[in-house]
């Protein structure tokens, strides 16, 4: 009987064997049968030496083995196997573009705009601005929080992480939709900014910038800089000393540069101004102690007229002889006898500088025009002006503004009109080339900006209301991540 049964198991054996499909792995998943101590059959599958790679494993490629195509891209994260909390721990992240990790570089992977998903108390505070949603004050301007960084979406696009951006008048004229420029809103403020590239375009690259470099941003129009990150045309950016102040360096951009033109342009021979004379109107506003300071380098003979006797006393220490901020009440003393005005003020479309200036003499028009904000200078008295604005919908400062900048431009004799913005697109290696000379002063001492008070964003609307008041002594500059 043993031999029978024996035989019989061998006969079964090589029955089952022919049976089976030639070139069967070994190794493969086989199902068995498992019977339980209770009697019940239950199947499983034995293991296959191929495992799917885990999340772990993916993350732990290095770089240079994805950009090679070595290993899946990351882009095979986003599967059932990866879990919430995997996500929520950081190993999961979005570009807005859809480039996988694999498509672009390490270094530019780090800047790129990330959103970070998940729980409560996991999600970080990316990024930071004021923005203002229509024509208004202080009060409508909101900080905004937000949980991603802005992205190129532009070939010509630059993301700036911003060390310092100023608060200015023109800000506070951009927000409520007065005077010649326009904003477009949503409107965040900060025409002038300094920072770091984070980020950037394909046809920025190919214009040579680079992640990395520091620069300054430059538009009186579509502001951006009150904020952590800014985005701006390629076109409005230079490159910025690595050493210099983020603060100085942002009254250099518009401030500085300002003044430093407009004393060019009222060189009509290019001479020194040693010993000429030069009134500057509103002498106490930003740009007017950035002229002062620049042409006391040169040894002019400076004249400026001041507002109160607070903002007089003050100038008088620099060294300057201070008039009253009406006409009225110096043109009669000075005029025809100074070699050089430089009005910023627009008390009265430029006709009571003009008078001042000698037969010789040059009159300089900037596009400051500080009284179009300060209504108490303004001719049709306190107020008037925006009252009539809203009575009959006009926005007489911004046709004032215009017919005085028409006027300066092509009817006035022995006047130049400066307008930065101009020059900066017209000639932008020749503006790069004047501030790397306005940074050397700095840089060397022989010129301090005037910075009147390092302010962080949640300020910025306080700063509004304070330089509607025309009582800020020098740039007020927003620095958003000091202590930020």
Known sequence: ???????????????????????????????????????????????????????????????????????????????????????????????????????????????????????????????????????????????????????????????????????????????????????????????????????????????????????????????????????????????????????????????????????????????????????????FSPIGQAVVALAKLEGANIFVTASDSSEQEYMSSLGVKCFPLSPTKWLHKVAGKMDVVIDNTCIDSYESSWEAVSPEGVLVCTTGMTSTLNFRHDEFGEGCASGCADAFGLNIPKYRSKWAAMKAKYLMSNTQFLDLTECLTTDPKGYQQELKYLCFLVESGALVPKVAERIQIEEVADAHRYLETGKSNGTIVCVPNDNS
């Open 1 to 283: 009987n043993a031999e029978k049964s024996a035989s019989k198991s061998v006969r079964r054996k090589k029955e089952k064997e022919a049976e089976a499909p030639e070139g069967r792995d070994e190794e493969e998943d086989v199902e068995e049968k498992v019977t339980s101590p209770s009697g019940s059959t239950k199947s499983k599958k034995s293991k296959s030496k191929f495992k799917a790679e885990s999340i772990d494993e993916i993350m732990a490629t290095s770089d240079e083995d994805m950009r090679k195509g070595d290993s899946r891209s990351l882009s095979t994260l986003g599967t059932a196997d990866e879990t919430l909390d995997e996500i929520n721990n950081g190993s999961h992240t979005d570009t807005e573009d859809g480039d996988t990790i694999d498509e672009a570089s390490s270094e530019e992977m780090e800047t790129r705009t990330t959103r970070t998903s998940g729980r409560k108390g996991k999600n970080t505070i990316m990024n930071k601005d004021v923005i203002i949603h229509a024509p208004g004050g202080a009060e409508n301007l909101v900080v905004r929080k937000m949980y991603y960084t802005p992205a190129p979406k532009e070939p010509e696009d630059v993301i700036i992480q911003v060390e310092a951006s100023t608060v200015t008048v023109r800000d506070c004229l951009l927000c409520r939709g007065i005077g010649i420029d326009k904003a477009r809103y949503p409107f965040t403020p900060g025409c002038e900014i300094v920072g770091t590239i984070a980020d950037l375009g394909g046809k920025a690259k190919l214009e040579g910038w680079r992640i990395g470099d520091r620069v300054v941003a430059f538009d009186h129009t579509k502001g951006g800089g009150n904020a952590k990150s800014a985005k701006v045309h390629m076109g409005n950016i230079s490159m910025i000393s690595t050493t210099i102040d983020a603060a100085s360096a942002a009254c250099l951009v518009d401030v500085y540069m300002s003044a430093y033109k407009a004393l060019r342009l009222g060189k009509k021979d290019g001479m020194p101004l040693t010993g000429r004379k030069i009134l500057i109107t509103d002498g």
